[in-house]
């Protein structure tokens, strides 16, 4: 197969790669970009470990083919602070001890982004119903929650960037 030339912004830079038509957004960002923040856990979707902001919205990563993500914006845990300074939600996730091992934390990191960018103040509730589909081997949900809760507490979204 011949492959295909993808443009498309990353963490607000136009990046241009080719790529083959099967490749993944999430391959494409580690192996072509050297994104390496979204992680293959499962490679069905269902652990959320290779989540990234797609045109605003979260989407897992192993799931959509990059050639899908052309004209479009992503976002990755690389592209959330600005420079040497980390997003309030990754200041907040290192406050509360909520890293663990650190397999899944680029995934929750992204998707509690997107959720507090959609909502800026949400409840507990909303946190764990947003949080569901990502999956932790450590068991690190309450932490997460707490981590959370902080920054929608004192009503900094930090989604700007």
Same mark, same amino acid.
């Given at each position: 197969?011949?492959?295909?030339?993808?443009?498309?912004?990353?963490?607000?830079?136009?990046?241009?790669?080719?790529?083959?038509?099967?490749?993944?957004?999430?391959?494409?960002?580690?192996?072509?970009?050297?994104?390496?923040?979204?992680?293959?856990?499962?490679?069905?979707?269902?652990?959320?470990?290779?989540?990234?902001? %797609? $045109?605003?919205?979260?989407?897992?990563?192993?799931?959509?083919? =990059? /050639? +899908?993500? &052309?004209?479009?914006?992503?976002?990755? !845990?690389?592209?959330?602070?600005?420079?040497?300074? %980390? $997003?309030?939600?990754?200041?907040?996730?290192?406050?509360?001890? =909520? /890293? +663990?091992? &650190?397999?899944?934390?680029?995934?929750? !990191?992204?998707?509690?982004?997107?959720?507090?960018?959609?909502?800026?103040?949400?409840?507990?509730?909303?946190?764990?119903?947003? /949080?569901?589909?990502?999956?932790?081997?450590?068991?690190?949900?309450?932490?997460?929650?707490?981590?959370?809760?902080?920054?929608?507490?004192?009503?900094?979204?930090?989604?700007?960037?």
């Amino acid at each position: 197969m011949s492959k295909a030339i993808l443009e498309l912004t990353v963490n607000g830079e136009h990046r241009e790669v080719r790529v083959q038509p099967y490749q993944t957004l999430r391959e494409v960002l580690r192996e072509e970009m050297e994104l390496t923040g979204a992680k293959e856990g499962c490679g069905t979707g269902d652990c959320g470990c290779c989540t990234v902001i %797609l $045109d605003g919205r979260p989407v897992t990563s192993c799931l959509v083919l =990059a /050639l +899908q993500a &052309g004209g479009r914006s992503v976002r990755t !845990v690389e592209g959330l602070g600005d420079g040497d300074k %980390l $997003d309030l939600i990754q200041e907040a996730f290192v406050r509360h001890g =909520a /890293l +663990q091992c &650190g397999f899944c934390i680029p995934g929750a !990191v992204v998707m509690a982004r997107a959720l507090l960018d959609e909502n800026p103040r949400p409840t507990e509730e909303e946190i764990r119903w947003g /949080l569901a589909g990502n999956l932790c081997r450590c068991t690190g949900y309450t932490k997460w929650v707490e981590a959370i809760q902080e920054v929608a507490q004192n009503g900094a979204s930090g989604g700007d960037r």
